[in-house]
């Protein structure tokens, strides 16, 4: 069955400091892609980063990259300098074909002043 | 640009009762979906849109049935309504084509069953 695996329900980071959060996919589709969101606590779901199947370079969207690896199919999530307000929950997320998209149970994210 | 928008933000329904979660987006996007967040569950997809005029069940579309009315609003509908229906709904929308698979979501609707 196509499934999104994080791991770690919860994390800590101390301000200033790097955080990876993990995800693991598991498609047979040869072509996908992989996601992050963001859940703040007042609930609406941000997009962070998006990695297609077939990019040869990991993505990165300012503070934000995707450390994505193929061959494990893993797509973690890199949060560089973490600030307060990257405090929430996390999803990563992949599509399958065009329109079938699955999300992971999410990882909350505390950060530490 | 409202983006997406969801109406009601919250609702409380009797088992048994019926109800229609709207959604409409100003974006021009061709594809909708709706999805539900349970505790410790993530999102789970229920229906999607992949264009006007047509909708196709997602993985868990048991107990609902949606409408595209136009390229603007996706319709959820749940016509009896039970306490394992309680969670938080989000719709979204997206554009077609090109490489672009972001989704825009709306604020969500708090729908609980007693």
């Known amino acids: 069955a196509q499934k999104i695996t994080q791991t770690q329900p919860g994390m800590f980071v101390q301000e200033k400091e790097a955080v990876t959060l993990d995800c693991t996919y598991d498609?047979?589709?040869?072509?996908?892609?992989l996601f992050w969101y963001k859940q703040p606590s007042s609930g609406e779901m941000i997009f962070l980063i998006y990695?297609?199947?077939?990019?040869?370079q990991n993505a990165t969207e300012g503070r934000y990259s995707l450390n994505f690896q193929k061959a494990r199919k893993s797509a973690n999530l890199v949060i560089s300098a973490s600030q307060l307000g990257d405090s929430a929950m996390y999803f990563c997320?992949?599509?399958?074909?065009?329109?079938?998209?699955?999300f992971g149970t999410g990882t909350r994210l505390k950060v530490l002043a | 640009n409202a983006g997406v928008t969801q109406t009601p933000k919250f609702q409380v329904l009797k088992t048994g009762q019926s109800m229609t979660l709207q959604c409409a987006q100003d974006?021009?996007?061709?594809?909708m979906y709706w999805y539900r967040q349970d505790p410790g569950m993530g999102l789970r997809l229920i229906y999607y849109?992949?264009?006007?005029?047509?909708?196709d069940k997602g993985e868990v579309p048991n107990g609902y049935n949606v409408s595209r009315l136009n390229k603007r609003e996706f319709s959820l509908r749940l016509e009896s309504a039970a306490p394992s229906q309680t969670s938080v709904y989000f719709c979204?929308?997206?554009?077609?084509?090109?490489?672009?698979?972001?989704?825009?979501f709306g604020p969500g609707t708090r729908l609980t069953v007693t």
């Open positions: 979204a929308s997206r554009e077609s084509g090109g490489d672009s698979y972001e989704q825009y």
């Open positions: 498609t047979s589709d040869p072509s996908y892609g």
């Open positions: 990695q297609g199947s077939y990019d040869q």
């Open positions: 997320a992949a599509v399958r074909g065009t329109y079938k998209y699955i």
């Open positions: 974006m021009n996007h061709n594809s």
């Open positions: 849109s992949a264009s006007e005029g047509t909708t």
